[in-house]
T-cell receptor, first 115, second 108 residues
Framework: DAGVIQSPRHEVTEMGQEVTLRCKPISGHNSLFWYRQTMMRGLELLIYFNNNVPIDDSGMPEDRFSAKMPNASFSTLKIQPSEPRDSAVYFC?????????????FGSGTRLTVV | DAKTTQPPSMDCAEGRAANLPCNHSTISGNEYVYWYRQIHSQGPQYIIHGLKNNETNEMASLIITEDRKSSTLILPHATLRDTAVYYCIVKAGNKLVFGAGTILRVKS
């Protein structure tokens, strides 16, 4: 298995533009998580899905952020409009419904820079 | 989920055992202890987890005290590639919440 695949690896965009980050979880995993990492705030859980359904989005910073999981093999995190303070590394992770079995597997992340 | 306390940083000599402590004095009976690590610029990596008993896998050993209020992650023969931030997390549900972790520096 190729692991959790995120794209793009790097994204540079101008303030006000829409940004879409993509994630392909490991086949068979039924939970998916989006995290954001900055030096100031560390790793923050933004939202997670079970069986493609959003379960907890309490970590989503504001209405500019939205996440979807249209099927078991694909998820997106969208920021519209983007702001410089959104600059961070965004990680996607997937697991079985019961992560006690194998734990979470994280992707390599997308480094977002908003100028 | 219970709060965890870890030292901010530790050093270890290459080839020696690295013992990383974690306090979780408010842990409840159904909460597991998880360890992850993050090597610079990479996503976090699962290491090991346990409930009551000590656990061992190909990466590390996890020692949980009898009262479950603290645990130790042991890397038996640390290498330079083990330099990373190590996170101790206690949780029962499906949500993994990361703290600041311990920066482990393995030195030659």
């Amino acid at each position: 298995d190729a692991g959790v695949i995120q794209s793009p690896r790097h994204e540079v965009t101008e303030m006000g533009q829409e940004v879409t980050l993509r994630c392909k979880p490991i086949s068979g995993h039924n939970s998916l998580f989006w995290y954001r990492q900055t030096m100031m705030r560390g790793l923050e859980l933004l939202i997670y899905f079970n069986n493609n359904v959003p379960i907890d989005d309490s970590g989503m910073p504001e209405d500019r952020f939205s996440a979807k999981m249209p099927n078991a093999s694909f998820s997106t995190l969208k920021i519209q409009p983007s702001e410089p303070r959104d600059s961070a590394v965004y990680f996607c992770a997937s697991s079985f419904r019961d992560p006690r079995i194998y734990g979470y597997t994280f992707g390599s992340g997308t480094r977002l820079t908003v100028v | 989920d219970a709060k965890t306390t870890q030292p901010p940083s530790m050093d270890c000599a290459e080839g020696r055992a690295a013992n990383l402590p974690c306090n979780h004095s408010t842990i409840s009976g159904n909460e597991y202890v998880y360890w992850y690590r993050q090597i610079h610029s990479q996503g976090p990596q699962y290491i090991i987890h346990g409930l009551k008993n000590n656990e061992t896998n190909e990466m590390a050993s996890l020692i949980i005290t009898e009262d479950r209020k603290s645990s130790t992650l042991i890397l038996p023969h640390a290498t330079l590639r083990d330099t990373a931030v190590y996170y101790c997390i206690v949780k029962a549900g499906n949500k993994l919440v990361f703290g600041a972790g311990t920066i482990l520096r393995v030195k030659s």
